[in-house]
């Protein structure tokens, strides 16, 4: 099981230790840093910035949502970014939900995802390929060329320019739902998992019973070496009051959904109750310690030693260790690597 840093995206501004902790990995024997978007800070610039200081760590998106690119653009990023770290380049991309995609991209929500994602994973494959001029003429929300009413009718298939450095770069895909996970195991080349219990893998739907060699399994998962169990599940409470809370709207929620797969629908509808009546901290505090605390690392070096061993039983392949302090990391090297 190899382990990778999510640095996340940015809060108010750019967070001034993420170089540090990106090298620090790097040096611990990491195999991968990540950075990710939300509706503020880009996934791509802070990566290429850290690309450009570090040598040897792979770099991934977790995750790019598809809304902010169309898929040519963001294949453009990936092969860009892909040929200046020497081919160190891992796309993670997400859809996202209607909350973010209408309310900050100003765009509809696909009524199909299914078919959204796919004819975008499509699109980008085709880009890094270069066998010939990019084409989905039936495609339904992201045709090439573009022949819609609106269009000129000079439009024609183009070829990538700049050679790719690899066409089989990494593709991987948040995804949350039962159908969603099982048709990432067929396109893409890893899944990045929002939320992972690995006394719970049934709640991701039947879609990873059979996955094929070197298919990646990568889940988000915080971490802290500390004493008191409760107060360091305070971080991941707060993250998650947010993420159920107001991460959707009170009737679309995919991460509220998911924590009621999980074993806590009672839970998570309270907690978007509070959250959307403008009881945050209370929302936080409604989380249940028990579900936090399934779904990370929390606590003294013999208990998370003990707790990475139900990790390593599962699909799991990378962890992508949310971790506040150098100290963290360096335990879960030790315990990992």
Partial sequence: MRLGLALGYWGRGPSPGHVELAREAERLGYGSVWTAESWGSDAFTPLTWIAAQTSTIKLG??????AARSPTTTAMHALTLDHLSGGRMMLGLGLSGPQVVEGWYGRPFPKSPLTATREYVDVVRQVLR??????????????????GPDATGLGRPLKSITHPLRADLPVLLGAEGPRNVAQTVRIADGWLPLYWSPNRPDA??????????GFMVAPLVSARVCEDVS?????????????IGGMGHATRNFHADLMGRMG???????IQELFLAGR?????LAVPDAFADEISLVGPRERIAERLELWRKGPVTDLLVVAPDPDTLRVLAELTL
């Fill in 280 to 284: 945050r901290e209370e929302a936080v």
């Fill in 130 to 147: 270069r066998q010939a001029p990019v084409e989905l003429d039936h495609g339904r929300f992201h045709p090439h060329p573009y022949r």
């Fill in 61 to 66: 998106t977790a995750v790019a949502q598809m």
């Fill in 231 to 243: 107060e360091g599940l305070l971080p991941v409470k707060a993250m998650l009051g947010f993420y």
């Fill in 264 to 270: 806590y629908e009672e839970e998570a509808r309270r």
């Fill in 204 to 213: 991701y739907g039947p879609g990873l019973g059979e996955l094929r060699e």
